[in-house]
């Protein structure tokens, strides 16, 4: 048995596998899905970007959710595979700190973006003559920038919280990345404190953009109930399932990990449910929004042409 006890300020992250077969075939389906969610994003990112046809809200506001789930990721499967492969897993204290910063300023500002997107829908949907005036370009940039700047807040908070506190001996943490949540349970002191306010950040990060997302999509339903056209119900239905698919996958693991107290979680279920939303939802949303939208895979099929007769 290893001993992870050690006298430096490096923290120990005891990862997600173990080193068996299992372990090492966990690990290959881990990268797999790494490498499609790197290429699905950067794909999509550039896409949106290049293709004119797609410079609209809801489009740019797809673009940054693949802009986020790109670093999201990268923030957190990189290092993983790094201390699998080479044994060493150790990370540094400030190491720590920095990916702890990442990932709450990306997970916060991506669950704000998702509330963003559906409100988007809502007034495409519901109010579409009002929609040049609710979308325009400066409310689009005011909701990318809101959600960068308010996860940016929020992660300083907590990441300088947890680089403060005083730590015992052991400074291993059950995970495969410096979440907050883990790092406190090694505290040589009573945090009940900054456990409540975490379930406030949650709240406000996760419970209200869910229920504003169930009121938008309530809304929605009800109106292309009432449509007279058949393809129209169609496509906003397929709108929604889409955005409803991230969202439940994003917000519900999430949620759970962050709001229920620490005597009803456990270590393996914590690692578990974040594979879904550090891992499965960044390759998810490139593959959702992509194959399921007529207008994306029109770009796509646009920018290939260009790029086949410019060779040509």
Same mark, same amino acid.
């Given at each position: 048995?290893?001993?992870?006890?050690?006298?430096?300020?490096?923290?120990?992250?005891?990862?997600?596998?173990?080193?068996?077969?299992?372990?090492?075939?966990?690990?290959?389906?881990?990268?797999?899905?790494?490498?499609?969610?790197?290429?699905?994003?950067?794909?999509?990112?550039?896409?949106?970007?290049?293709?004119?046809?797609?410079?609209?809200?809801?489009?740019?506001?797809?673009?940054? !959710?693949?802009? @986020? *789930?790109?670093?999201?990721?990268?923030?957190? /499967?990189?290092?993983?595979?790094?201390? &699998? =492969?080479?044994?060493?897993?150790?990370?540094?204290?400030?190491?720590?700190?920095?990916?702890?910063?990442?990932?709450?300023?990306?997970?916060?500002?991506?669950?704000?973006?998702?509330?963003?997107?559906?409100?988007?829908?809502?007034?495409?949907?519901?109010?579409?003559?009002?929609?040049?005036?609710?979308?325009?370009?400066?409310?689009?940039?005011?909701?990318?920038?809101?959600?960068?700047?308010?996860?940016?807040?929020?992660?300083?908070?907590?990441?300088?919280?947890?680089?403060?506190?005083?730590?015992?001996?052991?400074?291993?943490?059950?995970?495969?990345?410096?979440?907050?949540?883990?790092?406190?349970? !090694?505290?040589? @002191? *009573?945090?009940?404190?900054?456990?409540?306010? /975490?379930?406030?950040?949650?709240?406000? &990060? =996760?419970?209200?953009?869910?229920?504003?997302?169930?009121?938008?999509?309530?809304?929605?339903?009800?109106?292309?109930?009432?449509?007279?056209?058949?393809?129209?119900?169609?496509?906003?239905?397929?709108?929604?399932?889409?955005?409803?698919?991230?969202?439940?996958?994003?917000?519900?693991?999430?949620?759970?990990?962050?709001?229920?107290?620490?005597?009803?979680?456990?270590?393996?279920?914590?690692?578990?449910?974040?594979?879904?939303?550090?891992?499965?939802?960044?390759?998810?949303?490139?593959?959702?929004?992509?194959?399921?939208?007529?207008?994306?895979?029109?770009?796509?099929?646009?920018?290939?042409?260009?790029?086949?007769? @410019?060779?040509?």
């Amino acid at each position: 048995m290893e001993d992870f006890n050690q006298t430096s300020a490096d923290f120990i992250l005891l990862g997600l596998f173990s080193p068996s077969r299992m372990g090492l075939f966990t690990f290959i389906i881990i990268i797999l899905i790494f490498l499609m969610a790197l290429i699905g994003n950067l794909s999509m990112f550039l896409l949106i970007f290049l293709d004119t046809h797609l410079h609209t809200p809801m489009y740019v506001l797809l673009s940054q !959710l693949s802009l @986020m *789930d790109l670093s999201y990721i990268s923030t957190i /499967v990189p290092k993983m595979a790094s201390n &699998f =492969l080479f044994g060493n897993k150790s990370i540094s204290f400030i190491g720590c700190g920095i990916q702890s910063f990442f990932f709450l300023t990306l997970a916060g500002a991506e669950a704000l973006l998702l509330a963003s997107m559906a409100y988007d829908r809502y007034v495409a949907i519901c109010f579409p003559l009002h929609y040049p005036i609710r979308m325009r370009k400066s409310m689009c940039v005011l909701m990318i920038t809101g959600s960068w700047i308010m996860g940016s807040i929020n992660a300083c908070a907590h990441t300088a919280y947890v680089l403060h506190i005083p730590y015992c001996q052991s400074r291993a943490i059950s995970h495969f990345f410096c979440d907050i949540t883990a790092m406190v349970t !090694l505290a040589c @002191m *009573d945090t009940w404190i900054y456990e409540y306010t /975490v379930f406030v950040s949650t709240t406000l &990060f =996760l419970v209200f953009p869910f229920i504003g997302i169930s009121c938008s999509y309530g809304r929605v339903l009800i109106t292309v109930y009432h449509m007279p056209s058949s393809e129209g119900k169609k496509k906003a239905y397929s709108t929604c399932s889409t955005h409803l698919t991230v969202v439940t996958f994003y917000y519900v693991p999430f949620a759970y990990t962050y709001l229920c107290p620490r005597s009803f979680r456990s270590p393996t279920k914590d690692k578990i449910l974040a594979v879904f939303y550090t891992i499965i939802t960044p390759m998810l949303n490139p593959v959702i929004y992509s194959l399921r939208n007529k207008e994306v895979m029109a770009a796509l099929r646009r920018l290939i042409q260009r790029i086949f007769f @410019m060779k040509v």
